[in-house]
């Protein structure tokens, strides 16, 4: 069975940092990454990785803040995030997609999700 599992997520407040995680289970994937979703506001691309290189790529809401990263042994990739926001309250879901059409994956055009993690700033 195929599965995203996420962890990390929690009530912070701002200037604070986070560290989610997101193993995979089930499947060898080709590109891994993070979107969030705020209430009433559309899903929103954070940041991929390719899971055979360090090619990473990153929204500009967050570059600068946010790094992407990934552990092949665990098959877990991570999103750390500093210096947060009351604005990047979200669920945040890791996703993948067995192949590496970048663009579909900057649309949100995935196999596989994740379960969500809340993050909550406080201000």
């Known amino acids: 069975q195929v599965q995203l599992v996420e962890s990390g997520g929690g009530l912070v407040q701002a200037g604070d940092s986070l560290r989610l995680s997101c193993a995979g289970f089930?499947?060898?994937?080709?590109?891994r990454g993070w979107f969030r979703q705020a209430p009433g506001r559309e899903r929103e691309f954070l940041a991929f990785?390719?899971?055979?290189?360090?090619?990473?790529q990153y929204a500009s809401s967050v570059k600068g803040r946010f790094t992407i990263s990934k552990n092949n042994r665990d098959n877990t990739i991570y999103l750390q995030m500093n210096d947060l926001k009351p604005e990047d309250t979200a669920v945040y879901y890791c996703?993948?997609?067995?192949?590496?059409?970048?663009?579909?994956?900057?649309?949100?055009?995935?196999?596989?999700w994740g379960q969500g993690t809340q993050v909550t700033v406080s201000s």
């Open positions: 996703a993948a997609r067995a192949d590496y059409k970048n663009d579909a994956f900057l649309r949100g055009q995935v196999a596989y």
């Open positions: 089930g499947r060898p994937f080709s590109v």
């Open positions: 990785i390719y899971w055979g290189s360090p090619t990473t």
